[in-house]
């Protein structure tokens, strides 16, 4: 027997209007968008909140979706334009602050057991390590970090990807690459300075 994807199986109803759709859609994805959205923009509150408004703008298009709708790609191109246009408005407004990092820079907060290092100056050198990685992505333009969020953390294909953004595989292998490229010039400067 061959396994449907929930996804489709979900969308008629979806379609129709029924809450229990919506709400079985929101289970599967509410925190794959969520994990995205933090990766984005860095900010706990704010990510729950753009993950919350996909789902509210699904409810709100959900009459007018297609039946070949794939929903993984409408919620996660709803999140990355959400997202873009978040950042955009705290560069129009910089005096708001930002929520305090965690210890582990995760949403969430809490260091899993077992993985304290014992060695501080290791410790903070993979933290500045992490700290470097992460200026170096929020610096990539929306195109180019989009795709590497979308690739590296949440395990797209570029396929997948391609649908997300609107591009070809191939587009999207040339985004990854020169997103790297730009990464690696922006990691090497920044660690060897």
């Known amino acids: 027997m061959e396994e449907t994807d929930p996804d489709l199986a979900d969308l008629p109803d979806l379609r129709a209007g029924d809450p229990e759709a919506l709400r079985r859609v929101m289970d599967r994805w509410a925190k794959r968008l969520h994990a995205f959205a933090w990766r984005y923009l860095q900010h706990t509150t704010d990510a ?55 210890e582990t820079g995760e949403p969430g907060g809490t260091q899993p ?6 060695d501080p100056a290791a410790a903070a050198e993979k933290s500045d390590r992490a700290d470097a990685l992460v200026g ?21 294909s570029y396929q997948e990807i391609g649908d997300v953004v609107g591009c070809s595989p191939r587009g999207i292998e040339t ?19």
């Open 175 to 193: 985004r990854l690459y020169r997103a790297r490229q730009q990464l690696r010039e922006k990691l090497t400067k920044r660690l060897t300075d």
């Open 113 to 118: 057991l077992g993985t304290v290092n014992p």
């Open 136 to 156: 170096a992505i929020e610096g990539l333009p929306h195109r180019l970090k989009t795709v590497v969020l979308l690739h590296h953390f949440d395990g797209l």
């Open 48 to 102: 729950q909140e753009i993950a919350m408004e996909a789902f509210v703008r699904l409810h709100r298009s959900s009459a007018k979706l297609r039946a070949d709708t794939r929903l993984g790609a409408w919620l996660f191109t709803t999140t990355a334009n959400l997202c873009r246009n978040r950042l955009r408005w705290r560069r129009r407004h910089p005096g708001d602050s930002w929520e305090e990092m965690t």
